[in-house]
């Protein structure tokens, strides 16, 4: 300690040390010694979670067809050249006249889901539409937990008057409900992909900032982020390389179910009429074009194909996204356990 009064000199420490050191909470010790990161131990928990594992693949394998449905070609350059959707999904076919007016047909070899309204396959609009609401949802997430990690981290780190500011900004925000905002936004800007975008992400972040905001409140006292203080560190890196890391895991965890929810407003606004243009496949534009036939379909037969299967696949992607945030939010409150227990230490 300096002999100097009014100044602290604490020795012992190399502050230049500070820019390269690892995230001091991203290392914990198991009981047999072993030094590993936490995200390793939680992915450990996850693997063996065979519910969360399933929704996993599950996704997966709907982004992949989803992504390999039709070309894609970026500037006139094809990144993607694989079609798996053996029709374009908005190209009307030529089927049976005697076939429900020439416009429905059931679910056969040459179309496993049917046709809709406009003799279109179900099949091909089905694997297309997924490019539309799981895009939009990863865009939404991403976009809304970036925004509401930083804010919230700002307020909880700094507290005071920031603080108060933006607290009273979410407080504004909670005050109407998402889906409302969303469509006021869709009905006044109108629809299209990044209007949907827009409309679930201006106000999509407050529910992050508020969640980090809180872990953060306790993170920071903790003795890592005063030494990393002591040691000379600026706010910007102990909010990002020690603070946010050890606060981060409840958002993950809000993120992935938050994904679900993005496609379930999707699809919501979609069938209210207030989503992509008609026609588009989209799965919830789908249900809307194709309402009408819940009730009474042409000829008085009711062609069930042309619903079950857009909603089948918003009910199994949906789900399956929850198997996964179940699965991620038990393999960090297992990890929570260990260390309260003694099994591992931070």
Same mark, same amino acid.
């Given at each position: 300690?300096?002999?100097?009064?009014?100044?602290?000199?604490?020795?012992?420490?190399?502050?230049?040390?500070?820019?390269?050191?690892?995230?001091?909470?991203?290392w914990v010790e198991e009981s047999g010694g072993e030094t590993t990161s936490r995200y390793k131990r939680a992915w450990r928990r996850f693997k063996r979670n065979r519910t969360a594992m399933l929704g996993l693949v599950v996704v997966s394998i709907m982004v992949v067809l989803s992504v390999l449905a039709r070309p894609i070609t970026l500037f006139g350059v094809p990144v993607q050249p694989i079609s798996l959707a053996p029709y374009d999904p908005g190209a009307q076919l030529a089927l049976d006249p005697d076939v429900m007016a020439g416009t429905y047909e059931p679910p056969s070899w040459d179309h496993p889901m049917g046709t809709d309204n406009n003799s279109r396959d179900l099949f091909s609009r089905v694997l297309y539409g997924g490019r539309y609401s799981i895009s939009i949802g990863f865009i939404v997430v991403g976009i809304t937990m970036t925004v509401g990690v930083v804010v919230g981290s700002i307020a909880g780190y700094y507290g005071g008057w920031i603080d108060e500011?933006?607290?009273?900004?979410?407080?504004v925000i909670f005050a109407f409900p998402g889906?409302?905002?969303?469509? *006021?936004?869709?009905?006044?800007l109108g629809g299209n992909y990044w209007t949907m =975008? @827009? +409309?679930?992400?201006?106000? /999509?972040?407050?529910?992050?900032?508020?969640?980090?905001?809180?872990?953060?409140l306790s993170v920071k006292e903790e003795e890592y982020v005063m030494a990393a203080k002591a040691l000379g560190a600026r706010d910007r890196r102990v909010i990002f390389r020690h603070v946010v890391p050890n606060a981060i895991?409840?958002?993950? *965890?809000?993120?992935?179910?938050?994904?679900?929810?993005?496609?379930?407003? =999707? @699809? +919501?606004?979609?069938?209210? /009429?207030l989503g992509l243009s008609p026609g588009t496949a989209e799965w919830g534009t789908m249900l809307d074009d194709m309402q009408g036939t819940l009730i009474q379909g042409p000829?008085?037969?009711?062609?069930?194909?042309?619903?079950?299967?857009?909603?089948?696949a918003i009910f199994i992607f949906v789900m399956s996204i929850n198997m996964i945030g179940d699965g991620i939010n038990d393999a960090f409150d297992a990890q929570a356990g260990d260390v309260q227990t003694g099994q591992g230490g931070g």
């Open positions: 300690m300096s002999t100097e009064r009014g100044r602290i000199r604490i020795t012992g420490f190399d502050p230049e040390r500070v820019r390269e050191r690892e995230q001091l909470s991203d500011i933006i607290m009273r900004l979410l407080d889906l409302v905002l969303a469509l *006021v936004l869709v009905a006044m =975008v @827009a +409309a679930f992400s201006i106000f /999509g972040w407050a529910g992050y900032a508020r969640l980090i905001r809180g872990e953060i895991s409840p958002v993950i *965890v809000q993120a992935t179910l938050a994904l679900g929810t993005v496609v379930i407003g =999707v @699809a +919501a606004l979609g069938f209210l /009429g000829g008085g037969r009711i062609p069930w194909w042309a619903t079950i299967f857009p909603g089948a």
